[in-house]
């Protein structure tokens, strides 16, 4: 018998060297812990600097939250990749424009990363209420994060940004370590509130 397919996930930045690798690994790393072997976390860039390393910047990031930034090499973002993926993460509205505008099927499966998790703690907050109402659906992981954009799209109205620029997490290429620094404010959080909704709908320990 064959292993279900993991759930694969895919974050989109421009060069493919600062954010989305963080993203990446980041992600990567806590899924893991969450249900190993369940997901796949990649990226690709939309102008990808392609073959090149992780910045030492932000491979010092994922390493301080126990990722590993070995083995990667940035690669340009194609529709193959995109059809190959369950929800698309991106690090800017720009960014969601232009995987639409390599498949404008992914509309309801790709969001900004930070968009993201505002609606999975929406997500999280709504099932909490079910739960003590004893109205919890039962369902295994997989199934749950395929079905996860459009149960996220559901509640959309309910997570809006205050600024569009909420949405976007800054692009530190060339810039200071300050630019890191808030680039890692911007981006972590959305990292720990995926990560939480997936721990709090892990299947339990048999």
């Known amino acids: ?12 930045c421009t060069g493919n060297i600062c954010r989305s690798p963080v993203a990446e690994r980041l992600l990567q790393a806590g899924l893991d812990q969450v249900l190993p072997h369940g997901f ?13 390393p992780i910045q030492p910047l932000s491979a010092d990031i994922i390493r301080t939250f126990g990722g590993s930034a070995h083995d990667f090499a940035s690669r340009q973002l194609t529709r193959e990749i995109l059809g190959a993926t369950d929800i698309v993460l991106t690090m800017t509205a720009k ?8 498949d404008a099927s992914l509309l309801k499966r790709t969001f900004t990363i930070r968009e993201f998790a505002r609606m ?18 039962a369902t295994d992981s997989r199934t ?9 799209a559901s509640v959309r109205h309910l997570s809006l940004a205050a600024d ?18 808030q680039m890692e404010d911007e981006l972590a959080p959305a990292i720990i509130s995926i990560l939480r909704y997936a721990r709090l709908n892990a299947p339990a320990a048999g």
């Not at 960014?95 to 390599?102: C, D, K, N, P, T």
């Not at 749950?144 to 996220?152: D, F």
């Open 1 to 12: 018998m064959e292993p279900p397919t993991p759930v694969r996930i895919l974050t989109v």
């Open 40 to 52: 796949e976390v990649a990226s690709a860039g939309t102008r990808a600097m392609v073959g090149e």
């Open 95 to 102: 960014h969601r424009g232009e995987v639409l505008e390599l």
């Open 120 to 137: 999975l703690d929406v997500l999280e907050e709504r099932e909490r209420l079910q739960k003590h109402g004893g109205n919890a659906p």
């Open 144 to 152: 749950l994060w395929r079905g996860l954009p459009a149960r996220a």
């Open 164 to 181: 569009a620029a909420d949405n976007d997490v800054i692009d530190p290429f060339r810039r200071s370590e300050d630019h890191y620094r």
